[in-house]
């Protein structure tokens, strides 16, 4: 017979970060409701658990199933969210103050081309939030070229400062801070990029990350 704290030993557990990743303010909080429901634990994106709900089966015997068209291994493959018409990326323009000088708004088709970081195709994507006209930030998701032929607003050059998406293969485990190769789903170039890993959190469809720090290697 034991007399351990269940609170304790749960609390024990959990990573002690107090990151704020799974709704609650500390890991403290996360433990006491875990005490009354088990399953609250799946929320903490630190667990090992969190990692191998994202994860599929290994690879097959195929050498290049982990590997880009240079033959270069990635982590993970970031996939679209479901809700979104395209890859979600957080961008911001080489001149910021265009965004308000171009009267940018929610629902607009923009052209630009992904600059500094090695990419060298031009992407059209559709404004998914107002945008930050103090920073000059702007949310879009990137649908294609077709969207753009019957006009668009040209930005020029832009910088990706985040990548947001959905994992649900990775042979890796996530965890927040760290740099990874990673294979966007719908890259045209199907070339691996890199980024850190700076928000997590739990789906039913698979794992949310954001990932920063963007470069294409």
């Not at 024990?12 to 990743?21: E, M, S, V």
């Not at 068209?69 to 809700?83: I, N, Q, T």
């Not at 649908?143 to 649900?168: D, F, H, Q, S, T």
Request: hydrophobic residues 40%.
């Amino acid at each position: 017979m034991t007399n351990e704290d269940p609170l304790a030993a749960l609390l024990a557990r959990l990573p002690g970060k107090d990151c704020g990743q799974c709704g609650h303010r500390t890991c403290a909080g996360l433990a006491a409701v875990a005490v009354h429901d088990p399953q609250a634990l799946a929320r903490c994106v630190h667990l090992p658990q969190a990692a191998a709900t994202a994860t599929t089966p290994p690879p097959n015997e195929d050498p290049g199933a982990w590997t880009d068209m240079l033959g270069r291994e990635y982590d993970f493959v970031l996939e679209k969210f479901a809700e979104d018409p395209g890859p979600r990326e957080v961008i911001l323009p080489f001149n910021p103050a265009n965004v308000e000088r171009l009267k940018i708004r929610r629902g607009d088709i923009l052209i630009g081309r992904p600059a500094w970081v090695g990419c060298p195709v031009t992407h059209v994507g559709v404004v998914i939030e107002e945008p930050d006209y103090f920073n000059g930030v702007i949310t879009w998701c990137v649908v294609g070229p077709l969207a753009g032929r019957n006009g668009g607003i040209e930005i020029g050059l832009y910088n990706p400062i985040a990548y947001e998406g959905i994992v649900r293969r990775t042979r890796a485990e996530l965890q927040i801070g760290r740099r990874y190769y990673f294979l966007p789903h719908a890259c045209m170039l199907q070339s691996r990029h890199s980024g850190v890993a700076n928000a997590m959190a739990r789906r039913e469809d698979g794992l949310r990350v954001r990932l920063e720090g963007i470069w294409i290697s």
